[in-house]
């Protein structure tokens, strides 16, 4: 999943853009408010990290403005402004969710996965999908409770169908759940990710819609590679 940390301390910065990695999120990190309108105009971000102290501006300002155009992406505001007076400011003023600095990485992580599951409207942690299931904390898949091995971009970009199943996803959408802005990126490196999935998890379990992109295929389409599913022969 694409995560836009919008944080001017370089350190702070630095910390939770390497510790969201290694839990398989994909960071890209602005630090004034004008980078970050440019940033959610350029990336399709699942979620946003936002200080409010930063260089031009208080945070919440770029919050209210894009809850006012009708910008609903979850936001969780991370900043020392620990008054009660604040948290009850940043929730009124649009904000998901408020954590204050110092935090616990394993607690930002549960909170942006909570955003995240609220956003797609779950109750669960565990996203199923027929006989698949995919555990976001623990990076797991498993089919019929069998454990499939995917690395873990095929991880990522199973998670980016999940979290919407009934929506197409362009091609642009999946590489910025796949890759940050300054990324280099080969062409074909979505449809060789596709095609790995298709094979470990059967050949209908991403469609393509043609000059659209993709989207999740029936949860009858999915299997354990080498096995039969509904309506083969």
């Given at each position: 999943?694409?995560?836009?940390?919008?944080?001017?301390?370089?350190?702070?910065?630095s910390g939770i853009r390497t510790g969201l990695i290694t839990f398989d999120f994909v960071v890209d990190h602005v630090s004034t408010l004008k980078a970050a309108r440019q940033a959610l105009k350029t990336v399709s971000s699942d979620v946003v990290i936002l200080d409010r102290g930063l260089p031009d501006g208080d945070g919440l300002q770029l919050l209210a403005e894009?809850?006012?155009?009708?910008i609903d992406v979850p936001v969780l505001v991370l900043t020392a402004r620990d008054a009660v007076r604040d948290r009850?400011?940043?929730?009124q003023g649009g904000a998901d969710d408020y954590l204050v600095k110092p935090f616990d990485l394993d607690e930002l992580v549960a909170r942006l996965h909570a955003l995240l599951r609220r956003a797609a409207g779950r109750s669960s942690g565990i996203i199923t999908h027929g006989a698949l299931a995919l555990d976001p904390t623990a990076r797991e898949v498993?089919?019929?409770?069998q454990l499939i091995m995917l690395s873990r971009?095929?991880?990522v970009l199973l998670e980016a169908f999940l979290q919407s199943?009934?929506?197409v996803l362009s091609a642009d959408q999946l590489k910025d759940s796949l890759y940050g802005?300054?990324?280099d990126v080969a062409s074909n490196v979505l449809n060789v990710h596709i095609h790995h999935l298709r094979r470990k998890l059967g050949s209908g379990v991403i469609e393509t819609v043609r000059g659209l992109g993709y989207r999740l295929g029936k949860p009858e389409a999915v299997h354990v590679a080498g096995t039969p599913f509904k309506g083969q022969l």
């Open positions: 999943m694409h995560v836009l940390l919008i944080e001017d301390d370089p350190l702070v910065a894009w809850r006012d155009q009708g009850v400011d940043g929730l498993y089919v019929n409770e971009r095929e991880i199943p009934r929506s802005m300054n990324d």
